[in-house]
C-alpha cells in the first residue's frame, strides 16, 4: 500500500507536478508526512551513497504511522524500496550502460532522479555528469550534444542503432491483452470517431472504389449476390424452424378429423415460404384458441378425439 | 469511349459476382473428385515427408471482391478524375475550372439534399428490397419532447450537440435520475465533437478543394465546457469517462487539463486505455514547457503504458514521432527520432508513411540540413513496398517532395516518389498539395533533367492530372533553350490553349523562345503558323473591343513591344515577308498599343527581307520607324539599302535626308 | 411486355409501320441514327432504351420498373430542359441506375452553355433521383458541340 503510495508520487513527479510538491512540502515540513519523504528521498538518492539518513528515517516512521495496519511491517517495507532504488542508481552509475532491465518501477524512480538532479545540476553546477550520463544524453551540456549530433549525423541509418529501451520484444510478451473496465469498441466514442474517419474522405478515383463507397454507406446491395440480403430478421432463425413444425401441435388431439386438419395446416405451412416463423405459430395458435374455444361443441361430435392434452404443452 | 470502358467494366464485374454462385457448385464437385484422387494415391506418397499447410481462412467481407478489383485499376493519364465527366466538352484543364465544376457538382447535391430535408414527404414511398435506409429522407424532428431520459438518447443517437446539453441542464434542474450508460453516452457525443454540433458533411468534391490538411495548433477545447461539467456531475467516475474525457481534452488540445485529468488516473489507479495513451503523447505534451520536459513526458507515459500491460502499436510510435516532430528544433531530436525507429524494429513494427512524415520533419527542420535520409526513406519504402493509403499519406509525398527540393534536389528521389503517388492514387487527395506536389516536382525536372525526360513526364501529367503555371513554364522554356529542344515548344503551344486565362503570362516567354535562332524549315513553319495565329487573334481582339458599347472585363490577348518584335523575327526566319510586314504596320500603326522598347535585330532582318523580296518602300518605312524609335544599326541598314537596292530619285534623297 | 423465352413459331411483324417515321415532301425532315433505325432493327443495329431484367422468368416488377423509367425519363426531360439530344438511356444493374444520353452543348446554337450547369444539373439528378428510387443512380452524359452532328438521314 505505501509501495504504491510512493510510487505514485514518483509518477506525479515524473509528470511535471513536481515543483508544486516539492514547495507545499517545504511549507507543511512535518505536517505532510508523505510530501516530506518525497523531497527527502529525492535528496538521498542525489547523494547516491547507498545510505538512508537519519531525516529520511523519521519521515518513512511518520507514513508508517499515517498508513493503519502493521505499522513495523510498513516502514521495513518502504526503507527496503528505497535502498533498492539507490542501490540501482549508484549501479547504474558505475556503468554507462546498465546490463540488467531495471524493472518499470525502478525506472519511474529513476526519472525523478533525473529531474532532480538536472535541476540541482543547473543551479550548482557541480559535477554529477555520472549520474546524468546515466540518464541518456537529455541532461549533456549543449556543446557536448551538438558535437555528438553533428558526428552522428553522418552514420545514421534506418533501424539501427541504440533503441529506447523500453519495450520488450513482442515474443516474450504474446500474453492475451488484459481485458478491461468495458469493452472500447463497444462505446458510442468509438463508433462516432469511425463515422467522422468515413466522411472525411476524397471522391472515388474509379468505379469500383465508388462502388466499395456505396457498399461502406449502406447504398448498394452487397457483394457476393445473396438472395436473403437484408433479411435481418430471417437470418436469426433456422431452416428446421420454418419447416418442422410438428412440435407446435403436440397438444392437439391425437387422432380423429381436429388431428387431420392441423396436420395439413402445418405441411402447407411448413411449405410456405412467405411467412416467417413467428406468423407461422400465430396461425397455430389461432387454430388452437379458436379449438379450444369451440371445445364443448366438439366434444358433444367427437367425444375424447377435441381433447387437447395439458401434458404436453407446445415447447 | 471511355465511358463505354467503365460500363464494359461494370459489366464485367456485374457478370462475374453473378457467375460465381454456378462457380462455386461445380468447384465443389471438382474438390470432391480431387479429394477422392488424393485418397488414393497417399499409399504412393507416403514415403515422402512434405507436410500439407492448411492455409487460415481469410475473412471476407461485402467489399472485399470490389477492392480486390479495385487494385488491379490504375489511374489512366488520359482521363480526367472521376468525378469529372469524360467528355471533352465537359471536362476542365486548368485548375479554376476544375474546383469550379467539382464544386458546381457538389452544390447539385446540396441542393437536391435541401429538397429531400425540407420535403421529406415526398420521399416516403420505398419500394426497394431489401431496405436502403441511407435514401430514407433524415429524420429531421425529434420524436419525443420534455426533460427525459429518452428525449436525451434521442438526441444523442441524432447527433445534435447543442439540444442535447440543453436537456442535460434541463433534466438536471428537474434532479431527475439519468442512467449511467446515456451519461456516459453524452460525455462521449460532447467530447468527440468538443461540445460544438458536429460541421457539416462535405461532399468528396468540395473536400478535396476546400478541406485544408493543416496542422492543429490552436486550443479548440474550452475549459468549464458542458463535458467537463458532466464529468464532475458524473456519481461514479469510471475508468470509461476518464478515458474519454481525457481524450476530448488532448484532441482539443487542452493539453495541462488532459494531463491532470490522467495524473488523477494514475492516482486512483484508473488503468487507460491505449488509445488514451496514443492522444496524450501526440497532443497532451504540446505544452511543455521545454523539449526536454516534453520527451522525458513522452517516455514516462510509455513506460506506464507498458506498466499497464498494454502492447503499443504502430499508431503508439506514430504519435512519438508526431510528438518528436513537434520538437524538431531540439538538438537530439534527431537521436530520439532513430532510437525510436530502432524500437519498432526491434518489436516487429513496421512504421507507415506518416511515421515517416515526422522523421523527415524532424531531419529536416533547418534549411541548411543536408542529411541522406531522405534517400534512405524514399529507397526503402521504394524496395520494402510500405502500404500506402491512397490520399491518407498524401501529406508524406508533399512533405518529401518539399524537404527535397528545398535541400537534396534529388531528380531521383523526386521521380521515385512521383511514380509511388500515382500509382497509389495518391495525387487524388486535397488538389492544393498536388498541385505543389507537381510544380516541385516538375521545376526540379526542368532545372536538372535532360528536355526529353521532362517532355517524357510532362506528356503523362498534362493536362489532366496537373496544369503548368507561370512558373513552371518559366523553367520549361529554360529548359526548352538550354537542351535546344525546341521541337517541344508546338506540342506545349497547343496545350496552351486549354487555358487561357493564363495565356498573356506566358505568350511572351513562348514567342522570345521561339525567336531565339533560325530553325529548319519545317518547325519555322510551325513556328510562322504560330506568330501568324497570334497576330491575327491581336487583331481581331481589338476590333471586338473597338465594337463593345462599354468597356467591359474581356480578357483580351496582351503582346509586347519586344514580343512584337520577336514575332517579326520568327516571320523573317520562316521568309514570310507578307506575314513580317502584317505585324510591322500593326505595330506602327498601334504605337500604344505595345508595352517597352522594340529590339533593334528584328528590323534588321525585316529590312533584309525587304531587300530580298525587293520591296523599297517598306524597306524604307521600317528604317524610318527605326530612326524614329532611336534604335541601333539604323544607319548601317540604310547604307544597306542605298547599295543593295534600285531606288527612284526621290527615295534616295529621302534616304540621304534620313541619314543627316 | 413480353415474356423472353425460346421463339418457335416465325415472327408476325404485325403493326410494324407505326414506328417508322413518315417522309416529308421535301425530303428535309432530320432524323437522329435512333430515330432512323425502324423498330424490327431493334436488337440488330439498335439498341434498347430500358435495359433491365425485369422481364426475364420468375423476375417480378416488371410494371414498376417500367412506370419507374417513364418517371425518370420525364425527370431528366425537364431538369435537362431543351439539352437532351437523344433518348434517354436507362441501366439497371445490381441495385445501380445508370442513365445515359446526349445533350447538347448550346442552347439554339448561339450560346454555348457553361460546363459548370451540367455539373450541377447532374449532382442534383443523381441525388434526388437516388432519393425518389431509393438506389444510386449514376448519370453518365457526353455532349453535342453541334446539332448537326446527330443528323443521321433526312427524310
Keep these: 500500500m505505501s509501495i504504491r503510495i510512493l510510487n505514485n508520487y514518483c509518477r506525479l513527479l515524473v509528470a511535471g507536478s513536481w515543483r508544486r510538491l516539492a514547495t507545499s512540502s517545504i511549507c507543511q515540513k512535518g505536517k505532510d508526512s508523505a510530501d516530506n519523504k518525497i523531497n527527502k528521498k529525492e535528496r538521498n538518492e542525489d547523494n547516491s551513497k547507498g545510505e538512508i539518513e537519519e531525516e529520511l528515517k523519521s519521515a518513512v516512521k511518520s507514513v508508517a504511522k499515517s498508513i493503519s495496519g502493521d505499522e513495523k511491517q510498513t516502514e521495513r517495507d518502504l526503507l527496503q524500496q528505497l535502498l533498492k532504488q539507490t542501490k540501482v542508481v549508484s549501479h547504474s552509475v558505475s556503468e554507462v550502460k546498465p546490463t540488467t532491465t531495471p524493472t518499470s518501477r525502478d525506472l519511474l524512480v529513476n526519472m525523478t532522479v533525473k529531474r532532480f538532479t538536472e535541476d540541482q545540476f543547473e543551479n550548482k553546477g557541480k559535477s554529477r555528469i555520472k549520474t546524468t550520463r546515466n540518464n541518456n544524453e537529455n541532461n549533456r551540456s549543449g556543446q557536448q550534444s551538438r558535437l555528438v549530433r553533428e558526428g552522428a549525423r553522418t552514420k545514421y541509418e534506418l533501424f539501427e542503432g541504440p533503441d529506447l529501451g523500453i519495450f520488450d520484444p513482442p515474443s516474450k510478451q504474446s500474453a492475451p491483452a488484459v481485458p478491461g473496465e468495458y469493452d472500447r469498441t463497444k462505446t458510442l466514442r468509438h463508433k462516432l470517431e469511425e463515422e467522422i474517419r468515413a466522411k472525411s474522405s476524397t471522391p472515388p478515383s474509379n468505379a469500383f472504389q465508388e462502388m466499395i463507397r456505396w457498399t461502406e454507406d449502406e447504398k448498394l446491395w452487397t457483394f457476393p449476390i445473396n438472395n436473403e440480403a437484408g433479411m435481418k430478421e430471417e437470418a436469426k432463425v433456422g431452416f428446421h424452424e420454418h419447416v418442422f413444425l410438428d412440435d407446435q401441435i403436440a397438444d392437439f388431439p391425437r387422432k380423429g378429423p381436429i388431428r387431420h386438419f392441423i396436420e395439413l395446416v402445418v405441411v402447407g405451412l411448413s411449405k410456405n415460404p412467405y411467412l416467417s416463423v413467428s406468423a407461422k405459430h400465430e396461425h397455430i395458435n389461432w387454430f388452437r384458441q379458436y379449438f379450444k374455444e369451440k371445445e364443448p361443441v366438439l366434444r358433444e361430435t367427437l367425444g375424447d378425439a377435441s381433447k387437447f392434452s395439458e401434458t404436453a404443452q407446445k415447447v | 469511349m471511355a465511358t463505354s470502358m467503365k460500363s464494359i467494366r461494370k459489366v464485367i464485374l456485374w457478370n462475374l459476382s453473378k457467375k460465381s454462385r454456378h462457380f462455386s457448385t461445380s468447384q465443389s464437385h471438382c474438390n470432391r473428385h480431387e479429394t477422392e484422387q488424393l485418397k488414393r494415391e497417399t499409399p504412393k506418397l507416403s514415403g515422402s515427408t512434405s507436410e500439407i499447410v492448411i492455409p487460415n481462412r481469410i475473412p471476407r467481407g461485402p467489399t472485399s471482391i470490389l477492392k480486390a478489383l479495385a487494385s488491379t485499376v490504375e489511374r489512366d493519364p488520359n482521363a480526367p478524375a472521376y468525378y469529372l465527366v469524360d467528355d471533352p466538352y465537359l471536362y476542365p484543364t486548368g485548375f479554376i475550372p476544375k474546383k469550379n465544376y467539382a464544386l458546381s457538382k457538389a452544390a447539385g447535391k446540396r441542393a437536391a439534399k435541401h429538397i429531400v430535408e425540407q420535403h421529406p414527404e415526398f420521399f416516403q414511398n420505398d419500394t426497394s428490397h431489401p431496405k436502403v435506409e441511407a435514401f430514407m429522407p433524415p429524420k429531421t424532428e425529434y420524436q419525443t419532447t420534455g426533460a427525459n431520459e429518452e428525449a436525451l438518447k434521442e438526441r444523442i443517437e441524432m447527433r445534435r450537440v447543442k439540444d442535447a446539453i440543453a436537456l442535460y441542464t434541463e433534466i438536471k434542474l428537474e434532479e431527475m435520475e439519468v442512467s449511467e450508460e446515456t451519461l456516459l453516452d453524452l460525455l462521449d457525443l460532447l467530447c468527440v465533437y468538443n461540445n460544438k454540433d458536429p460541421p457539416e458533411e462535405l461532399y468528396g468534391e468540395e473536400t478535396i478543394y476546400l478541406s485544408k490538411h493543416n496542422r492543429k495548433a490552436a486550443k479548440t477545447w474550452e475549459d468549464f465546457t458542458a463535458a467537463e461539467k458532466l464529468f464532475e456531475d458524473l456519481p461514479r467516475k469510471s475508468a470509461r469517462a476518464y478515458n474519454t474525457i481525457v481524450t476530448g481534452m488532448a484532441k482539443g488540445l487542452a493539453s495541462e487539463n488532459a494531463m491532470s485529468k490522467y495524473n488523477e488516473m494514475l492516482e486512483n489507479r484508473i488503468p487507460v486505455d491505449l488509445e488514451t495513451f496514443h492522444h496524450l503523447i501526440e497532443y497532451g505534451t504540446m505544452t511543455a514547457d521545454s523539449h526536454k520536459e516534453k520527451w522525458s513526458l513522452v517516455t514516462a507515459m510509455l513506460h506506464e503504458l507498458k506498466n499497464q500491460g498494454l502492447q503499443p502499436t504502430l499508431e503508439t510510435f506514430r504519435c512519438v514521432l508526431s510528438a518528436l516532430g513537434s520538437m524538431a528544433s531540439h538538438q537530439n531530436s534527431t537521436h530520439y527520432v532513430m532510437k525510436t525507429l530502432a524500437e519498432m524494429k526491434k518489436l516487429g513494427i513496421e512504421p507507415s508513411l506518416s511515421c515517416f512524415a515526422n522523421v523527415l520533419d524532424v531531419f529536416y527542420n533547418k534549411p541548411n540540413d543536408r542529411s541522406d535520409m531522405l534517400k534512405k526513406v524514399v529507397d526503402y519504402i521504394w524496395e520494402k513496398k510500405v502500404p500506402i493509403n491512397g490520399s491518407d499519406d498524401l501529406h508524406f509525398f508533399f512533405l518529401a517532395m518539399m524537404k527535397n527540393s528545398r535541400t537534396l534536389k534529388d531528380v531521383e528521389i523526386a521521380t521515385k516518389l512521383e511514380v509511388l503517388a500515382r500509382k497509389h492514387d495518391v495525387i487524388s487527395g486535397p488538389v492544393q498539395y498536388v498541385s505543389v506536389f507537381y510544380s516541385l516536382y516538375f521545376k526540379l525536372l526542368c532545372m536538372y533533367d535532360t528536355i526529353e525526360h521532362v517532355m517524357e513526364v510532362y506528356n503523362q501529367i498534362v493536362p489532366h492530372i496537373w496544369m503548368l503555371n507561370t512558373e513552371e513554364y518559366e523553367e520549361l522554356f529554360k529548359a526548352v533553350e538550354l537542351y535546344e529542344g525546341y521541337q517541344y515548344i508546338p506540342q506545349i503551344w497547343s496545350d496552351m490553349q486549354f487555358d487561357l486565362m493564363k495565356l498573356n503570362d506566358i505568350v511572351n516567354l513562348v514567342i522570345s523562345s521561339m525567336a531565339k535562332v533560325k530553325h529548319e524549315e519545317q518547325l519555322q513553319n510551325q513556328f510562322c503558323d504560330i506568330a501568324e495565329s497570334l497576330i491575327s487573334r491581336w487583331i481581331s481582339d481589338q476590333q471586338f473591343i473597338s465594337t463593345m458599347r462599354r468597356p467591359s472585363r474581356y480578357l483580351s490577348l496582351m503582346l509586347t513591344a519586344t514580343g512584337m518584335g520577336d514575332l517579326i523575327t520568327i516571320s523573317c526566319n520562316g521568309n514570310r515577308f507578307n506575314q513580317a510586314w502584317l505585324i510591322f504596320s500593326t505595330m506602327k500603326d498601334n504605337p500604344n498599343s505595345f508595352e517597352g522598347v522594340p529590339s533593334g535585330p528584328a528590323f534588321t532582318s525585316l529590312v533584309e527581307l525587304c531587300i530580298q523580296n525587293n520591296k523599297p518602300e517598306q524597306a524604307i518605312d521600317v528604317v524610318v520607324y527605326m530612326c524614329e524609335h532611336g534604335l541601333p544599326d539604323g544607319k548601317t541598314s540604310i547604307e544597306k539599302i542605298q547599295t543593295q537596292m534600285s531606288l527612284t530619285d526621290g527615295q534616295k534623297e529621302y534616304l540621304g535626308r534620313l541619314v543627316n | ?155
Excluded at chain 3, 445533350?103 to 455539373?119: A, E, V
Excluded at chain 3, 443512380?137 to 453535342?144: G, L, P
Aim: with cysteine; proline share 5%.
Design chain 3, 1 to 155: 411486355m413480353i415474356k423472353r423465352g425460346i421463339q418457335t413459331t416465325s415472327c408476325q411483324c404485325k403493326n410494324i409501320r407505326s414506328g417508322i417515321p413518315k417522309t416529308t415532301p421535301f425530303k428535309n425532315k432530320p432524323l437522329s441514327y435512333e430515330e432512323a433505325q425502324p423498330p424490327y432493327r431493334i436488337g440488330v443495329t439498335k439498341a434498347w432504351n430500358s435495359w433491365n431484367t425485369s422481364n426475364l422468368k420468375d423476375e417480378g416488377k416488371t410494371g414498376e420498373t417500367t412506370i419507374d423509367d417513364m418517371f425518370i425519363r420525364r425527370f431528366v426531360k425537364g431538369t435537362f430542359h431543351y439539352l437532351l439530344a437523344s433518348e434517354v438511356i436507362i441501366k439497371r444493374r445490381h441495385n445501380m441506375i445508370i442513365i445515359c444520353g446526349l445533350l447538347f452543348g448550346s442552347y439554339q446554337q448561339r450560346m454555348s452553355h457553361d460546363p459548370k450547369k451540367y455539373y450541377f444539373l447532374i449532382g442534383y439528378s443523381e441525388e434526388l433521383l437516388s432519393h425518389f428510387l431509393k438506389c444510386p443512380v449514376k448519370m453518365e452524359f457526353s455532349v453535342v458541340t453541334d446539332k448537326n452532328d446527330m443528323v443521321f438521314k433526312k427524310i
